[in-house]
């Protein structure tokens, strides 16, 4: 099955939003096994519009229009798609009676041009919108899918989750599709794309790895007659992958980021954390928190980053900052012991480091960092020649923390 | 003039990567008075390619070909386009030579596959590139402006800016074009781009409005003969924007950022700041290190998530935790004065607040926080009901309490 994206907006052609609609709904389809072969963008206009699902009919079985859903007079994709289908548009009572709740919750007036949005193409298959008042629809037409999903992303992102990929998980033949990712820290992604070649070659389950910050997803995805059937193909490449990777592996749960997976670890054990930061400047922490529930195990941290509050805060010795310099393994031991000490917590993650621009120099260039780990009695330290820009090397260094943490307390706490 | 953005590259089809280049290429098309009515994203399939390139030929004066510039035999852009325009490909001495330069720098070994990356189409206008192998393309051929650019974000953007950018200067009919952008905070895109109506619907200069994280740009663009007159007719537009804004315009430099434009402010002042944070948790003094020269005005600062921490490593009173809650004007203002005291800064700030997903009560609802700010003896605090989930709350919170610190230093120190 091939698909077509077709992204409607003109605020995407002038540049004004990046379209990252088209990059998840180009993922999902990797995922269900459609191939997207084509990717359009087309601005608020009916004539552009009618052209590129006209060209689109000719070349893709499954054509998804994003975007042109709302209650103006410029939102026109379901005009358009009616009429390049020669489809009558119907009321529909059930996405009328959404509309009047969710205005009425918000407290706002209902006008003429809202019950423009109750309007479907008539037999096609109306997918209710639970975040706002654009339905999507599916409309089955001339032997092409038609899919129309509203451009917000906290619209869209749910739709496609719960309704468009349920709707080709039935519609496969019987076919069953299941899927599961392993996430790797601490690995590079061209050394993972290289050492799992022999793995991306097969084409039932396929393997496909994508590159997050410091991280590398690889997705395994087999198509078979039963749930049961897809497993057994899936199981065998993920354990392959999992011995591969060792302790890089941080999860195999879809929904689960890093700084969740360290949460939870620590929780499971009853530990608890804190940081002191010089070089991430509190991003390190600001990541943990993002973590819900947190709290259990995050009582707060430090952000040292002038020598003074080392010294002040967190008692690291001025002899040592005079003999190694704030950038360097004795200093990120005492900053990981001291932050330990003052916080009366189980475990306790230091950053210190030369993120640029400035600040290099031959012996301690941009990108250096050290990283300091104590747990309980124990002290780790790691250092890390990380490259890009100011930020990457600060967010490279928040994902190397987690990840001597994990290590670190499985370690220490089998 | 027309243009039509076709970026090359499976990885895109798949979902692997968001297509940010053809969004920076849009808002380049904008700002250079290019209309830009399609995008399309295409594999690295030949049969493909022609047929997006004859059908871009059909309907634009520019067609923009990103990516595909690399030495292997999936690479074919070049190839193609030559063919869509019967153009004969020939070696270029400067572009080879760059080749053997950077990967002999790398310590890489040249093969054959190397010198592929320096065919170009005969009579054509190569662009050099400083930061990778590839070079782009300037083709002027059968009436259309072929532009071929390589897809590694820190390759593709250095050239547009450099290189394609003052080629649609140069061939402006003399036309001279000139931008500024005035960037707000604290008022929502959808009110500044209601109130500001009167002035888009101007040609020359054109008025458009970009929504980032907190804030607001308005970019005001003229055409004119000469620089001279087309400052002319930029000024009294910046000035009544700036006028309409007041002390919510923080630049109007193109390059400064929010937290940039603050240390600036504070270093110029000869002040220091510190931060206390519970909501935020290290988000808001990792945005502040961003900056480069964060060192000269920001020694440290605490995160202070628990009550305990609060407690002890800035001194918030029992008694104000227990009557008013984590959660409240008063703490959030004893957390600014314990911050600023602890740390001897001259401005500290502090957030405190529901950030979600769980937490929230009738009183208290997801979103609701408190930001103080003390400036020297002032002290001040103000209270947010943000929309959105964690993240958006806390990315909120951040923008405005840098806001704060704006308003209140100004006030402070005219």
Known sequence: MTAEIICVGTEILLGNIV????AYLAEKCAYLGISNYYQVVVGDNEARLLDAINTAKDRADVIFLVG??????????????????????????????NIISILSKRGLDITNNNYKQALVPEGSIVLYNDN???????????????????????????????????????KGNGDVIYSKVVKIIGVGESKVADQIKFLTAMTNPTVATYAKTGEVHVRVTAFADSEDEAKTLVKPVVDKIKEMYGANVYTTNEAETLEE?????LSKRGLTITTAESCTGGLLAGTIVNAAGASDVFNGGFITYSNKFKKNMIGVKKTSLDKYGAVSEKVAKEMAKGAQREAKA???????????????????PVG????????????????????????????STVAMALSMVRKYVLECYK
Chains 1, 2 share one sequence.
């Open 132 to 170: 706002g008042t654009a339905p999507g629809i599916i409309m089955e037409a001339e032997g092409t899918v038609t899919i129309m999903l509203p451009g917000p992303p906290n619209e869209f992102i749910p739709m496609v989750d719960k309704q468009v990929e349920p709707y080709f998980m039935d």
């Open 19 to 22: 379209n990252t609609n088209a």
């Open 346 to 364: 189980d475990v306790a993650i230091s950053t210190t480091g030369i993120a640029g621009p400035g600040g290099g120099t031959k012996d301690k």
């Open 368 to 395: 250096l960092v050290y990283i300091g780990c104590a747990v309980k009695d124990k002290i780790y330290v790691e250092e890390f020649r990380f490259s890009g820009n100011r930020a990457k090397v600060r967010q």
């Open 261 to 265: 997976s360290v949460v939870h670890m």
């Open 68 to 97: 042109g859903l709302g209650p103006t007079e410029d939102d026109l994709t379901k005009e358009t798609a009616a009429k390049a289908f020669n489809v009558k548009l119907v009321e529909d009572d059930k996405a009328k009676e």
